[in-house]
């Protein structure tokens, strides 16, 4: 049978063999293989993988479509491996298309065995669908989860060359908490150069970091970034929609002279 791995993305609905699904995407890793069979079962949408290419530096990780069916098992996630040393990673694309992708670590070695996968596992295999767990999230990454609740519910973000792009991150490492922001969007890079983030160009494109020691630090930076940007999205649509009411008032007097006329050649 035909292998499914052809690097375009697959219908989920569209699977019918959830076991060659997981075996062919998995590529060999078995516990990578375990999680996505249990995904599937679990009705729970993927959209990407890798178990790991040492020769091209791709460490292994999972993503996950941002929807809200899968809103509360990025919240499972985020609550059970928060301070396991891994990257969450938010992505909004000029497609609109966004999804939450959850990948080894800076510090991983290839030559170690990943458990990124069992670890994951682990969570889906106990996740409840009737629980809150962004209750259970701690206070920065309830922020954290707000400005990607934000991003995702604003209409202008994407769309009319708003931005291109939006990316926003959260990973423990070594010494501290790091959430990093990447946008095409100068407005809100602005906003996070307010909010005591740090720009980086060392990748040629510039991002915003901010790095803390501990989690009471992040809430402040956090909490006026997520309040920047849905204060911009409702200027946004402020504008857009007085734009579209001073667009309307001239078809609007059309209208009123056309039906004028109308009357007015029916009365003579």
Do not use: W
Not at 7 to 20: A, I, M, N, R, W
Request: hydrophobic share 30%; net charge negative.
């Amino acid at each position: 049978m035909e292998n499914l791995n052809t690097g375009s993305v697959v219908d989920f609905h569209q699977l019918k063999d959830y076991e060659k699904a997981a075996r062919d995407f998995s590529e060999g890793n078995k516990e990578l293989e375990k999680l996505l069979l249990n995904c599937f079962h679990r009705g729970i949408q993927t959209t990407a993988c890798c178990g790991g290419h040492e020769n091209e530096n791709r460490k292994p990780y999972i993503s996950f479509s941002y929807s809200p069916e899968n809103e509360q098992v990025i919240y499972a996630l985020l609550s059970n491996l928060k301070d396991r040393e891994c990257v969450f990673r938010y992505n909004k694309l000029a497609n609109r298309k966004s999804f939450f992708s959850v990948e080894e670590g800076q510090v991983f070695d290839f030559h170690h065995e990943s458990t990124l996968f069992s670890d994951m596992n682990d969570v889906i295999c106990s996740f409840d669908m009737g629980k809150d767990y962004y209750t259970e999230l701690p206070k920065d990454l309830q922020k954290y989860s707000s400005i990607l609740k934000n991003s995702e519910n604003d209409e202008f973000l994407n769309a009319n060359g708003t931005s291109d792009y939006f990316q926003m991150c959260y990973e423990k490492g070594l010494n501290g908490y790091e959430y990093t922001m990447l946008t095409s969007n100068p407005y809100y890079n602005m906003m996070a150069e307010k909010g005591n983030f740090t720009k980086d160009e060392t990748e040629g494109f510039p991002s915003y970091i901010l790095n803390v020691s501990n989690r009471e630090m992040a809430i402040s930076a956090l909490n006026g970034l997520a309040t920047n940007i849905q204060t911009f999205g409702n200027k946004q649509e402020e504008t857009f929609n007085h734009s579209q009411s001073q667009t309307s008032q001239p078809q609007e007097k059309e209208n009123r002279f056309e039906s004028d006329a109308r009357i007015g050649k029916g009365a003579l």
